[in-house]
Nanobody, 120 residues
Framework: QVQLVESGGGLVQPGGSLRLSCAAS????????MNWYRQAPGKERELVAA????????NYADSVKGRFTISRDNAKNTVYLQMNSLKPEDTAVYYC?????????????WGQGTQVTVSS
C-alpha cells in the first residue's frame, strides 16, 4: 500500500519560514519524480516544485523561485520543501506527489495534504 504523509504545515507570519516533509512508503522512492503542489481556496491545484529521481534537477513555479527549495533524501524516502520569505498568497493546502511514467504506464500517488497559512 502506497502512502505519502506530509508534515510541517502550520500558521506563520509573512516573511517567515516553514519546512514541509513528505515521507513515502510502499514505493521504490528513488524511481519516482517527486513534486509539491498546492491548492488555495477557489483556485486550481498548481505545481510548486519538482525534483528528479536522484535530485539532479529541480523546477519551480515562477511565483516561488528564489524563496522555495525542494530536496530529497532517497535513503530516508523523504522529500522536503523549504519555504522562506513566505507571503499571504502562499496560503494553501500543500500536497506531495510521486510520479513515474514507464512503458506508457503512469504511476501517480498523492498525499493527504498539509495546510500552510501565512498571516499576521
Amino acid at each position: 500500500q502506497v502512502q505519502l504523509v506530509e508534515s510541517g504545515g502550520g500558521l506563520v507570519q509573512p516573511g517567515g519560514s516553514l519546512r514541509l516533509s513528505c515521507a513515502a512508503s510502499g514505493i521504490t522512492f528513488s524511481l519516482y519524480v517527486m513534486n509539491w503542489y498546492r491548492q488555495a481556496p477557489g483556485k486550481e491545484r498548481e505545481l510548486v516544485a519538482a525534483i528528479t529521481r536522484i535530485g539532479g534537477s529541480t523546477n519551480y513555479a515562477d511565483s516561488v523561485k528564489g524563496r522555495f527549495t525542494i530536496s530529497r533524501d532517497n535513503a530516508k524516502n523523504t522529500v522536503y520543501l523549504q519555504m522562506n520569505s513566505l507571503k499571504p498568497e502562499d496560503t494553501a493546502v500543500y500536497y506531495c506527489n510521486a510520479y513515474r511514467d514507464i512503458l506508457s504506464r503512469k504511476y501517480d500517488y498523492w498525499g493527504q495534504g498539509t495546510q500552510v497559512t501565512v498571516s499576521s
